[in-house]
């Protein structure tokens, strides 16, 4: 018992026979009904509040005065995620950028980022010139939060599991906040509108002993679970069905947040698996080691999240993708608790299990800890940046440093509109030397080298390692990038692209409040097809905008990442105006449906590593054969017979029959040989 920590032993005790008392009590106040009409979900609201504020006076060690929440947590325990993270966007409550209408400037909040407190002298220049965007208007304003149904309540699962949890919380904006990722959709739908369905309570496990024992419970009582980490997907994976009946609770990892152990002779850590990207990074590095994995949402997304996502990072180029960096899981299923034997380098065992795990979005059970292989913190952290006459140049100098395996830790070519999207960003240097260093680098690429300021395209550059390496790679990086014509642009630009990574979701919130919308896809190609691809994209999304009546040409831009010696990760982002568009979130999900599709029919993958989710689900009998989709079914049924982990990602688990080949057929229709 986790709590045991916190309490003295006659305390425990009392707080034993006040859980004992408290069961009999709920089971008493609340009916047995499966299903409940509103009037009859609040009153049972009601006298679950009652009830927990009773229990919560007996135990005496609460963390916050709720009396719809049970905390056993100390102040050392991670906080709920709403008391820091917008209820109505992305990111931390203090960072934002606004506009002010007076100067003509735009600000960054905050103090967290290289960009904060920037002024954005250049940003409605760049927005009015380039995509038409009035960024002078005032914004629509939004809602700080929504409406939430009253809970479903499994009384006979809240009276087994105990006390064996960190904190049980039935708070409104925590259940908001658990219901959702981060899609254009939801975010949208936070700020304009509101959800078909909330997580009813959310539930925070302290140990992996806490997680057994909740996942028997849910089994045993009929009750599903959701396994959350950082919130931060993009494929709906948290989106929840209005058809479900049965209490949804959420549960939270994050107070399983430990490095259980550091083994530097074999170079391997056991860490726990709702810690966040930036606290396993400090955490680390007090040992002198690393992960080196960092995705965008590194500051909110968990190691959990990472290997249910099997994802990736800007890094990946030096210390590989998840599955390079996970040597062992700890997973609890419905059938019971999975783990590897021994934290082998490599096994021939048969199928690797870990393989249907990585990747599986919730649909098998929650994973508690992991094993990791580390590294020596880097010696060395070196920014750089080179800039090519044009994306074609620079896409031919990424491949040749994947076939010559010359990749530092990060390289991403971005194309002319990212480069001049960025430079927007960027604030003015205030010295007068600065700036005057700027005009003569301009003046030598455009009129010494004949550069088109509207084609050139810039490659950031992020070294690690030894001294040693990191000249090696580097002698080797401008040895290539000169057959390319490239030329070195300095480390300000490489850190600020780099940096500019994190901002990418507060400018989507930014712009969204006046009235344009804009996301991300992602795809992994062959590298004869990376040029075609993002032209065959590019001009399916301006077709498809004219189509659905778009008014302005849309925002259309692309980068090249994550490299491979067979391909490379492609990322675009794009947008458009919505004024006067009765419902531009529908307008937005039939273009992105043409995107991806142009994607997939110049040889793109389905994803690299935003995974599946709910919103790409439907293109899955493209990219698997029927007989693969029943292989994960199969696996899906004999693991979770009950469907208690109902995330319904990847494929439909709550559909069988007639009706799944129905759904099939309804789809059959995304093919590419008759796109």
Known sequence: DNVSFFFSSRRRHTRQRSVSWARRC???????????????????????????????????????????????????????????????????????????????????????????????????????????????????PCQDGMKVDPPYVNEAFLAEIGNNFSRLSFDDRERTIHSHGHTLHEVYALKYGTFERFADCVLYPGCHEHVEIIVKAAIKHNTVLIPYGGGTNVTKALELSPEEKRMIVSLDMTRMNKIKWVDKKNMLACIEAGIIGTDLDNELKKYGVCTGHEPDSVEFSTLGGWIATRASGMKKNYYGNIEDIVQNIKIVTPLGTYEKQSNWPRISNGPDLFHMIMGSEGLFGVVTEAVIRIRNYAEMHVFDSVIFPSFEHGAHFMRDLAKHRVTPASVRLVDNLQFRFATAFSSQPESLKKRLLQRIAKFYLTTIQGYDPYKLAVATLLFEGSKEEVEYQKKRLYEIAALHQGIRAGAENGKKGYNLTFLIAYIRDFVMEHNFIAESLETSVPWTNVISLCENTKKQIYESAKKYGIKHEPFVTFRITLLYETGATVYMYFGFHIEGLPNPVEVYEHIEEDARMAMMKSGGSLSHHHGIGKIRKKYMPIVMKPCGLEMLKGFKDKVDPKNIFATNNIIDTDVTGKEAEKKIEQYSHLTLTNY
């Open 26 to 140: 709920v089971q008493e106040t609340v009916s047995t009904q499966s299903t409940w009409d509103y009037w009859l979900m609040e009153k049972a609201t009601e006298k679950v509040t009652e009830k927990l504020k009773v229990l919560r006076d007996h135990i005496g060690k609460v963390t916050q005065v709720d009396p719809m929440i049970i905390d056993y947590g100390s102040s050392k325990e991670a906080k709920p995620k709403n008391e820091y993270f917008k209820m109505n966007g992305w990111g931390f409550k203090d960072t934002k950028i606004t506009f002010d209408r007076q100067k003509g400037y735009g600000y960054i909040t905050g103090s967290r980022y290289s960009f904060s407190g920037a002024v954005l002298k250049e940003l409605q220049k760049f927005a009015e010139k380039e995509v038409e965007f009035i960024v002078s208007n005032e914004p629509i």
